[in-house]
């Protein structure tokens, strides 16, 4: 198993119909591939965690790379991992409240503004799954 967390910021603010767009072709892309993983959205950037084969990750990703609505993209993580955070999503996709779990929200931030450090990213899509959790009312904030 192989997970691999980015940043990346919009060429322009996406509306709804280009989070839209995105999420459907992400998760028609993803699913073909076995690859799980999530998609946080805070203010024109992204966090996204892929998960899955190596080789399909990296597929994935190389399609990131080519996306013109990308740019200043930064690899915080990509490694081997024990297992999937996202198994059950082929893309979750948050854009997060301020309210909830906000010692995440602050991660999720930094990693955006590239202020996490490389030791760190490989905590975060256990901290982004605990974050979506609490957005979506599985677990108490």
Do not use: C
């Not at 930064?74 to 010692?103: H, K, T, V, Y």
């Not at 996490?116 to 256990?126: G, K, Q, R, T």
């Amino acid at each position: 198993m192989h997970q691999l967390v980015y940043v990346s910021s919009a060429v322009r603010k996406p509306g709804h119909e280009d989070i839209a767009a995105i999420l459907n072709a992400s998760r028609r892309n993803n699913r073909r591939l076995g690859v799980s993983g999530m998609l946080l959205h805070i203010g024109g950037k992204f966090l996204q965690v892929l998960e899955g084969e190596r080789s399909n990750v990296h597929e994935i990703f190389g399609q990131v790379l080519l996306d013109p609505r990308h740019e200043q993209i930064d690899i915080l993580a990509d490694e081997r991992s024990f297992g999937r955070n996202f198994g059950q999503w082929s893309m979750a996709f948050l854009e997060p409240s301020r309210m909830l779990a906000p010692d995440v929200y602050d991660i999720a931030r930094q990693a955006m503004a590239g202020k996490v450090h490389p030791a760190n990213a490989a905590n975060l899509p256990m901290l982004i799954k605990t974050f979506y959790r609490a957005n979506t009312g599985e677990i108490a904030a």
